[in-house]
């Protein structure tokens, strides 16, 4: 008979630790399992001042497992332990178990890190911070932390926002415009990993392309989740067919009527449009609620730059139904420059708490206003940059400028 030759004292604690680690690997981040201490336990009969001196002899252990005859009866916090102990403790050294609060806080490993969350939270105030017990099928775990629960929610969260933060920009990214006549530079900084503001760009049909950002009111997940139905909006008329047989005004009216389906009553999505139609050598603005559209073009005589500003004339999208609206229609311009930014820009704040405002924007603009693309971009951010110093930003940060010939 071969007999079997186990390690001994600290390789067996190293090699059961090792053991219990895969477990705990073995569930997801979503799950308590995932944060599970394994502490080797202590008998109910041991004194409380060796019991004192093992919390001393490990860095960073705020409580230990209680073993009965039946196995694990409950966990010991440090605290309640000092606080409990007295001088004449010191010459009884009664034993642990008398100190035990077998009432002590447990949660299943399969539980959700979230839902375990709410339930710590309804406990005592004066309890709230204290470890728990963590059981696997009705068998004891080991022992959870709040410090350690609230980091591993946080990575959670974290862990989702990049997930979401990757959609949304896989959804800004493959949009663009192919037709020849018209370049398009995007420009986005998040105030947090996602947000509400989000730009289209599509060619229609041959000769029509479309040019458009919008900005979700309200910031963070709720903003970004209705991105993600502009975006749905405008690729299943793609997908349909129906883009070719579709005017610039039934797209931003059955745009309107998508948001007011698909929204509560108070939010509302601000819009821009900009559809060029380089057969027709038109180009036509609609306006919903959005900071004002900036072209300029070189003037056909002087060759002096010259500009326009497209207020807003219609509602936010969301608000009211409304017929199929005309729109702002002005002929292709030699060398025309458009450009759109949603109030993120100019409500951003510098140290002092000032907003950068659309003056400051518009001496910025200006002298810049018919240089390449590329080039106004790659300045508006360090000028943003050095407006806003180390201020922290409040509001998302879209641009959108374009060359169209």
Request: proline share 5%; aromatic share 8%; charged share 25%.
């Amino acid at each position: 008979m071969d007999a079997l030759e186990l390690p001994a004292g600290d390789e067996i604690r190293d090699f059961v630790a090792e053991r219990l680690k895969g477990l705990s690997e073995s569930y997801s981040i979503t799950k308590v399992g995932h944060i599970t201490k394994f502490i080797e336990p202590v008998s109910c009969s041991m004194g409380i001042t060796e019991v004192l001196e093992l919390f001393a002899a490990q860095d960073g252990v705020e409580s230990l497992p209680i073993e009965g005859d039946r196995g694990i009866i409950g966990i010991i916090q440090k605290s309640d332990l000092i606080k409990k102990k007295t001088a004449l403790m010191s010459v009884t050294d009664p034993p642990v178990e008398r100190f035990l609060d077998r009432s002590t806080f447990s949660v299943d490993a399969s539980e959700n890190c979230e839902k375990a969350m709410a339930l710590i939270l309804k406990r005592e105030p004066s309890r709230l911070y204290d470890d728990f017990m963590i059981f696997e099928s009705g068998r004891f775990f080991g022992i959870g932390g709040f410090a350690n629960l609230t980091k591993n929610i946080a990575a959670i969260r974290m862990q989702d926002l990049d997930k979401a933060m990757a959609m949304q920009e896989f959804l800004m990214d493959r949009n663009s415009v192919s037709r020849p006549g018209v370049v398009a530079r995007k420009y986005v900084r998040m105030a947090n990993r996602i947000g509400g503001d989000f730009i289209q760009l599509m060619d229609l049909r041959d000769s029509l392309s479309m040019l458009a950002c919008f900005d979700v009111c309200g910031k963070g997940t709720a903003a970004a989740l209705l991105t993600g139905t502009l975006s749905s909006f405008f690729s299943t008329l793609k997908v349909s067919g129906a883009l070719g047989s579709s005017s610039p005004s039934a797209i931003v009216a059955a745009l309107n009527a998508v948001v007011m389906d698909q929204t509560p009553e108070e939010v509302f999505v601000a819009g821009a449009f900009a559809f060029v139609d380089g057969a027709a050598r038109e180009a036509t603005f609609f306006n919903c609620g959005f900071p004002p559209i900036y072209l300029f073009y070189a003037d056909p005589e002087s060759g002096k730059p010259k500009g326009k500003i497209v207020n807003p004339d219609l509602m936010p999208l969301g608000i009211n139904a409304f017929v199929e609206p005309r729109g702002n229609r002005f002929p292709i311009q030699p060398n025309m420059r458009l450009f759109m930014h949603s109030d993120g820009l100019t409500e951003a704040r510098d140290e002092r708490g000032e907003a950068y405002g659309d003056e400051r924007l518009r001496s910025f603009l200006y002298p810049r206003c018919m240089k390449k693309v590329e080039d106004i971009i790659r300045e508006l951010d360090e000028e943003i940059r050095g407006f806003a110093g180390q201020a922290p930003q409040a509001d998302d940060i879209t641009v959108l400028s374009a060359e169209i010939s």
